[in-house]
């Protein structure tokens, strides 16, 4: 027999043995779908944690006295004999993973099969004075107007907060960041992805593994940006500054009230610096020129072609360069 005719034996065997196992509700049986709403009385600064296996999560203010939790629930029946039923969805609507102790709100992850074959979307209303944390599995995050701190990680998924008026901390295996008009600490970090911030008033440190990362700090605070490969960009440096790039371009502006110390493997650097401050500069190309605007002082540096090391402006915190290869300019 051919090896053709075989294979085709073969798949109608497994088709034909599915549908005896699953029944109407096999393999080949329509996605389930459900929701349910709740709508929580609080009177205070709330506590909202979230973990949820599958599924986006969306939390922004509403009014002062309640919390209010809609899902969209989803799951498929794909595989033989697995996936969740319709009494399951069911189940959960009636029962929803939810836990309310006073102004404390827990959504709970689901166990087992139902946390592998389900779903859940939520969209969440809370008061202005709340604190978020939030965790997924996989699925994309927000969280927007609401007086924090936030804490938020998911494996795959994209994080996005706006207008958080504390520290917040975001983490993501997979997938861009995206951070504006914080009045607090900011740390975040991506496997792969960009991550974009602007008003950000307070210290910031951030690492990508692969994109770009770019930033505009409204605060003095310490700045960390780094990416394995892409360009980082820093504007409205007012304090230290590590920034890092595997291979891309760098650029910052800003005044160093302590040491600044950047690094490329493979790029230029672009430093813009008030023409009042002063700083001592330390300037490497391994392949590439140096150029430095303003008057330089050495008493023990040097100046050429690669390489500029001395006191601008009188000196003060020290400005270190280097880039394998590529050009710098210090102006």
Do not use: C
């Not at 496997?191 to 930033?215: M, P, Q």
């Not at 800003?254 to 813009?272: A, F």
């Not at 002082?297 to 270190?320: D, L, W």
């Amino acid at each position: 027999m051919p090896n053709r005719d075989k294979v085709l034996i073969t798949i109608v065997a497994l088709i034909t043995l599915a549908i005896l196992i699953g029944g109407h509700d096999g393999v080949w049986a329509k996605d389930a779908s459900g929701s349910f709403d709740r709508n929580l009385t609080v009177a205070g600064p709330v506590e909202l944690r979230v973990d949820n296996g599958s599924g986006s999560v969306n939390v922004r203010r509403g009014g002062s006295s309640s919390v209010s939790v809609h899902a969209e629930i989803r799951t498929n029946h794909w595989g033989l004999g697995g996936g969740a039923s319709d009494s399951d969805i069911h189940e959960i609507e009636q029962n929803p993973p939810i836990k309310q102790d006073g102004n404390n709100i827990r959504i709970y992850k689901l166990d087992g099969d139902l946390g592998r074959h389900i779903s859940i979307n939520y969209e969440i209303t809370v008061p202005e004075a709340t604190t978020v944390e939030a965790h997924t599995g996989s699925g994309s995050q927000t969280v927007e107007m609401i007086q924090g701190p936030v804490t938020l990680s998911t494996g795959s998924g994209s994080l996005r907060v706006h207008d958080v008026n504390s520290a917040t901390e975001l983490q993501t295996g997979s997938g861009s960041i995206e951070i504006n008009d914080i009045h607090g600490a900011v740390q975040a970090k991506t496997g792969s992805g960009s991550i974009n911030g602007d008003a950000i008033a307070g210290a910031f440190k951030g690492e990508t593994g692969s994109g770009h990362l770019e930033v505009r700090l409204t605060a003095p605070g310490d700045v960390t940006a780094s990416s394995g490969s892409g360009h980082v960009t820093v504007n409205g440096v007012d304090g230290g500054l590590y920034a890092e790039s595997g291979s891309g371009h760098i650029e910052v502006s800003g005044t160093p009230r302590s040491d600044w110390k950047l690094h490329t493997g493979s790029g230029g650097v672009d430093v813009r610096i008030p023409n009042n401050v002063g700083f001592n500069v330390d300037a490497h190309a391994g392949s590439g020129s140096v150029d430095v605007a303003g008057p330089i002082t050495m008493e023990s540096g040097s100046i050429n072609r690669h390489e500029v090391r001395g006191q601008v402006r009188g000196g003060g915190p020290e400005v270190h360069i280097t880039t394998g290869s590529g050009s710098i300019s210090i102006d």
